[in-house]
């Protein structure tokens, strides 16, 4: 364990611009007010779901409408001229109306709450072991928000893929994109996560389980589980707690990063050979 600690806060170290710059994140730190970083942490979050290539496309088209101030565009969002400037708008399963119902759910939640900082610790339990029932709680109450301004009626619907945006643990989601937005916001200013909120505590959170996390966490012996789904996620972030009770998700941008920009599929000798985790790794072992 010792070992593995080690070869992981080396690989924690060594995280560059250079990955930063390939991650979704990278949106965040184009803003120097906090308000401002908050706001591009939801909607560069929310769109953080297939190819990497294709997010960074999907974010440029989003950024370059918001301009120099997410903040204050949320603020004064009006949602018929959004759905105007968003018409063509398409993000794999989302469309214009998905991303003008964040936009909207964004300002209400300001105007709710002076913050979405304020507006999620409402729901957090500062006495729990992590997030669980927070995100249960936020995930359900910005769908049930007023969307009439966007959909024209009392309820999202059937053909809108909002929901996605906003899973909850309850449904079994590993919720992997809310769980990537609450490291960047709540863990401490390092580089690359933005040190945002008070509250939430960095050893609440718990990992962000995408297809790199799921298999890397499994090689290292992290999870036993074959479905990507909250319960995986728990045992991952149980396991890292050994390794920083304190803060255990610090881990998950370098791992992450191991796939994102480093290219480990765990079927390449030659890459496994040459891998930052080769020695603390089986897969690379049995190569």
């Not at 930063?20 to 007010?33: G, K, V």
């Not at 974010?59 to 969002?77: D, K, W």
């Not at 490291?183 to 690359?192: K, L, T």
Request: hydrophobic share 40%.
């Amino acid at each position: 364990m010792n070992d593995l600690k080690t070869v992981l806060d080396s690989l924690y170290a060594a995280r560059s611009a250079a990955h930063l710059a390939n991650d979704p994140l990278s949106f965040c730190h184009r803003y120097e007010e906090p308000a401002d970083r908050e706001v591009a942490a939801v909607i560069a979050s929310a769109f953080a779901y297939g190819g990497i290539k294709i997010i960074l496309r999907t974010l440029e088209r989003i950024f370059a409408e918001l301009g120099p101030s997410p903040h204050r565009f949320v603020e004064h969002f009006d949602p018929k001229q959004g759905l105007r400037t968003f018409v063509g708008f398409k993000h794999r399963f989302n469309d214009g109306r998905d991303l003008c119902a964040l936009l909207w759910a964004c300002r209400l939640m300001i105007e709710d709450a002076g913050s979405i900082n304020a507006f999620f610790t409402r729901f957090h339990d500062h006495g729990a072991q992590d997030v669980t029932g927070a995100l249960d709680g936020y995930a359900a109450a910005v769908r049930g928000l007023d969307y009439r301004p966007i959909f024209g009626k009392d309820t999202v619907p059937a053909d809108s893929y909002f929901p996605f945006l906003f899973p909850a643990p309850a449904s079994g989601s590993a919720c992997k994109r809310l769980c990537m937005f609450l490291r960047w916001v709540v863990r401490p200013a390092d580089g690359i996560d933005l040190g945002l909120w008070q509250g939430v505590s960095p050893s609440q959170l718990v990992i962000p389980v995408d297809t790199h996390i799921s298999r890397i966490c499994s090689y290292l012996g992290f999870t036993r589980r074959k479905i990507a789904d909250w319960r995986m996620a728990g045992e991952i972030t149980t396991s890292l707690r050994l390794l920083d009770p304190l803060d255990p998700v610090k881990y998950d941008f370098s791992l992450a990063h191991l796939g994102i920009s480093e290219g480990c599929t765990g079927n390449d000798p030659l890459h496994c050979l040459n891998c930052a985790i080769a020695g603390v790794c089986p897969q690379a072992v049995s190569k």
